[in-house]
């Protein structure tokens, strides 16, 4: 079997996804990330080897995510692309058609616009972390509840309280409020639902033309609760597509299937690099009044690769090593 490796690592959740040949889903992984995104690629390497046929071919690799190259640089990407790119790819696919993305993952919320299956417009959140999949689970921790059932105990509620939802530390200190005023937890629960939504919508989704279809995804579309708050502000229908909390994989997977379909050689370092030691690290560059950070990734010792310098000083010093090693420059 031949097939392309989607990589997305992110701030909560690392994930991969492996596509045949004809673009389906034959495989997906989804992981915490856990505040160490080399720890949990390789892990999900590993395990993505354990489950696919043995002589598997990769084709093509992408990746995506905050973390994207970092991932790129380890596993060997053919295509790094960002979040928006991704997801608005997987949505399209996976749900032709479709024209409003609503995508809320373990620490940021965005919004896609898409018309004729391209992006016409998108949005971030930058202020606020309410709403997200990290909120969401510190809630559940607090009230002592699995985070699978959260959307499921909204769902029960009859008469939702209205909670405070435009900054998290005054939704939890509302939260609180209601409790000891002797609120149920599901009217809580599906009063908090209500107000992230509100909180998206006149945040992230201010000003824009939100039209049917529409696709939840992210990790926080399993929330049932979060699903019918948004379908009741919108008065349409919600779509939860099938791999909602890995579509930003699926995505880059998609995209490494284009871009291998023009020809040419994976950079694929195979899935040896589960094993293979690697060690992230930095400095601040003085050479200027930029005192840029630069990001260094090392492989068993030896520097790969080197970004976030904005002049190229450092990033092209190992470009052009790499060149000569290959024997494309001369010595001197």
């Known amino acids: 079997m031949h097939g392309y490796l989607g990589i997305d690592v992110g701030s909560v959740s690392t994930n991969l996804v492996f596509l045949d040949e004809q673009g389906q889903v034959r495989e997906n992984i989804y992981l915490r990330t856990r505040g160490q995104p080399i720890?949990?690629?390789?892990?999900?390497?590993?395990?993505?080897?354990?489950?696919?046929?043995?002589?598997?071919?990769?084709?093509?690799?992408?990746?995506?995510?905050?973390?994207?190259?970092?991932?790129?640089?380890?596993?060997?990407?053919?295509?790094?692309?960002?979040?928006?790119?991704?997801?608005?790819?997987?949505?399209?696919?996976?749900?032709?058609?479709?024209?409003?993305?609503?995508?809320?993952?373990?620490?940021?919320?965005?919004?896609?616009?898409?018309r004729h299956g391209v992006v016409a417009d998108f949005a971030m959140n930058t202020v606020c972390a309410a709403g997200?999949?990290?909120?969401?689970?510190?809630?559940?921790?607090?009230?002592?509840?699995?985070?699978?059932?959260f959307g499921e105990i909204a769902l029960q509620s009859t008469t939702p309280v209205r909670i405070a939802g435009r900054c998290a530390v005054f939704a939890e200190s509302d939260m609180i409020h209601k409790q000891q005023m002797g609120h149920t937890l599901p009217d809580i629960l599906a009063g908090l639902c209500q107000a992230l939504v509100r909180n998206y919508l006149n945040n992230v989704g201010k000003g824009k033309e939100i039209l049917p279809?529409?696709?939840?995804?992210?990790?926080?579309?399993?929330?049932?609760?979060?699903?019918?708050?948004?379908?009741?502000?919108l008065g349409m229908e919600v779509q939860v597509p099938p791999y909602h909390d890995v579509m930003g994989a699926v995505g880059a997977a998609l995209l490494a299937r284009e871009k291998m379909a023009r020809g040419g050689q994976s950079r694929f370092r195979g899935f040896k690099v589960a094993e293979t030691v690697f060690r992230a690290g930095g400095f601040e560059c003085d050479g200027c009044p930029n005192l840029c950070e630069v990001a260094e990734i090392t492989m068993e010792g030896r520097v790969i690769a080197r970004w976030g310098d904005r002049c190229g000083r450092w990033s092209n010093i190992l470009a052009g090593d790499r060149l000569r090693e290959r024997g494309l420059t001369s010595a001197g």
């Open 213 to 233: 279809p529409v696709v939840f995804q992210g990790g926080v579309a399993a929330n049932a609760g979060m699903k019918r708050a948004f379908e009741e502000a």
């Open 39 to 114: 720890a949990a690629l390789q892990e999900g390497l590993r395990e993505m080897a354990g489950r696919l046929p043995a002589r598997t071919g990769i084709r093509g690799v992408g990746a995506t995510g905050s973390g994207r190259h970092l991932a790129g640089v380890i596993a060997g990407a053919d295509v790094v692309k960002n979040e928006i790119t991704s997801h608005s790819v997987a949505a399209s696919t996976l749900v032709p058609g479709v024209q409003t993305v609503l995508e809320i993952g373990g620490q940021d919320s965005k919004i896609i616009i898409l």
């Open 132 to 149: 997200t999949g990290s909120f969401l689970d510190q809630q559940a921790a607090r009230l002592n509840i699995p985070i699978q059932s």
